[in-house]
């Protein structure tokens, strides 16, 4: 059975207890809390899948609410999301009921953090994928209020993002600011940026400078085409409704490695 089949069926919640399980009880309609035993998460592939989908969009509302009100960008960047993923109707709405919740005054963010990183066992590539749709959550409206700043900061501390790591996937993220509304991660558009911008941005979404070496850079790129590969994504526990999201980020990095390439050709 599948992580969602499990989800549906409550097993999930049952299994993992804790705000994570009381998140996807509340999903449900019901409580699925063992209130006499706090079992935690196990090392099962489904129940990290569930915790990932789980967190993801109930964190995504929090930070959405951060700053007092939840704007049109934002809710428009979470349905993108949605809409990638590819999520069945029922998925769809335990997506929206999750981000509902993460609005909601009282939410458990330590704990719901605390819970997540305990299920994603130190698999640094998952973190950072969660990491990045955080920063795309925060930056939905163009700009990071100082109190979403905050809660991003407080997702870095907690699972253990060094503020240097933080900047470099936030520089992934802003480099897709001023999309339209059906563009979510694919890229911002060029056209408006001139040929050094261009190349600017393209060393910084590798994390070298311009006068590292051919081999720093290529080093640099395999690093992070590794850490975005979709199948290594998945086999770690990311949800596969989230494979699209992945793959465009893989598409992201090798657009710039390639202006690199062929600038440094010429």
């Known amino acids: 059975m599948s992580w969602w089949g499990k989800f549906i ?4 919640g049952f299994t993992m207890g804790g705000p994570l399980g009381l998140l996807i009880g509340g999903v449900l ?3 699925l ?11 099962n592939h489904e129940l990290t899948q569930a915790a990932f989908f789980t967190a993801t969009f109930s964190i995504m509302g929090h930070i959405a609410k951060a700053d007092g009100r939840v704007s049109e960008k934002e809710i428009a960047m979470a349905r993108q ?10 998925q769809k709405q335990a997506a929206i009921d999750l981000f509902n919740q993460g609005k909601k005054a009282g939410f458990d963010l330590d704990g719901v953090l605390s819970q997540f ?7 640094t590539t998952l973190l950072q994928m969660f990491m990045e749709i955080q920063l795309h959550a925060a930056y939905a409206d163009g700009k990071m209020a100082s109190s979403e700043q905050t809660i991003i900061n407080k997702i870095a501390q907690q699972l253990g993002f060094t503020a240097r790591h933080v ?4 520089i992934l993220v802003r480099s897709n600011l001023g999309l339209g509304p059906n563009q979510y991660y694919q890229g911002q558009s060029t056209a408006h940026k001139s040929h050094a911008d261009l190349l600017k941005e393209a060393y910084e979404i590798l994390g070298v400078a311009k006068s590292s070496t051919d081999a720093e850079v290529k080093k640099a790129y395999r690093r992070l085409m590794n850490q975005h590969h979709p199948d290594k994504l998945v086999s770690k526990g990311l949800p596969e409704e989230m494979i699209q999201l992945a793959n465009e980020k893989t598409q992201q990095i090798k657009a710039a490695y390639e202006l690199i390439k062929d600038v440094r050709k010429k």
């Open 9 to 12: 069926g409550g097993a999930v």
């Open 29 to 31: 309609g019901h409580k």
């Open 117 to 123: 990183k305990q299920a994603v066992h130190r698999r």
């Open 81 to 90: 999301v949605m809409d990638h993923m590819q999520l069945d109707a029922e």
């Open 167 to 170: 900047e470099q996937l936030s």
């Open 33 to 43: 809390v063992d209130k006499h035993v706090q079992r935690g998460i196990d090392d």
